[in-house]
């Protein structure tokens, strides 16, 4: 099983907490959380790799350092580029892929082990939603058994793509694949639930930073 990693572009990450928090703020979030990810991925024994995809050079550089191979969107779009990164995948001898996105900070190993776990057929496809009726993990077993819909409420997309592909899917409910990071309360969830080590960290140094400047 090699993972599928989609990424966006530094600039553009997180745009929805631009109120609370400042622009290399945003991106240092984004590049922790990713860090997260990856640290779940490669600590699960089924994971043979991690293909990050994103437009972003220095996403790409800094996945390199953290173990994934960078594989260049050409901007053709998330669902094109994930499907260019499935073709990658396959020249690696993947016969499985999990896509899975770069902001889920609660994500564990055991989770990716879970889903892949539920997968017993040649031919199978397990599903996660989001809190938003998202897609928060796809697992397909060919990698190319269907294709890929991402982008918005795509969790009832995907469940009619898997049965026009002649497979009832399988769906994998968890609270930390469930749980993106798209507003200020999701931050707070991060703090609460104490992992996500990376992000969890950055997000405590903030609060004392946001402490001293208080007392000054």
């Known amino acids: 099983m090699w993972a599928i990693v989609p990424a966006k572009r530094l600039s553009e990450a997180k745009s929805s907490l631009s109120g609370v928090l400042t622009d290399d ?30 437009p972003d ?22 669902n094109e580029a994930i499907k260019l990164a499935i073709l990658h995948a396959l020249s690696k001898g993947a016969t499985s892929v999990l896509i899975i996105p770069s902001d889920l900070p609660l994500l564990s190993h055991s989770d990716v082990e879970n889903i892949v776990a539920m997968a ?14 998202g897609t928060n993990a796809m697992f397909l077993r060919p990698p190319n058994v269907m294709e890929p819909r991402f982008g918005g409420e795509s969790f009832p997309v995907h469940l009619m793509e898997a049965r026009k ?27 609460v639930h104490e992992l996500g080590a990376r992000t969890h960290d950055f997000l405590i140094r903030r609060q004392l930073n946001q402490s001293k400047s208080t007392k000054i």
């Open 25 to 54: 703020q945003r991106r240092e979030i984004a590049l922790r959380m990713l860090a997260d990810v990856l640290e779940a991925v490669r600590c699960a024994p089924s994971a043979a790799g991690i293909i990050v995809v994103s």
């Open 120 to 133: 017993s057929s040649p031919q199978d496809i397990v599903l996660a939603p989001s809190k938003d009726n």
């Open 165 to 191: 592909a002649g497979i009832r899917p399988r769906i994998y409910r968890s609270r930390a694949v469930a749980f993106d990071v798209d507003d200020v309360a999701d931050l707070l969830g991060v703090k």
């Open 57 to 78: 050079e220095e996403v790409l550089s800094f996945a390199k350092e953290n173990g994934a191979l960078g594989f260049l969107e050409p901007g053709v779009g998330l």
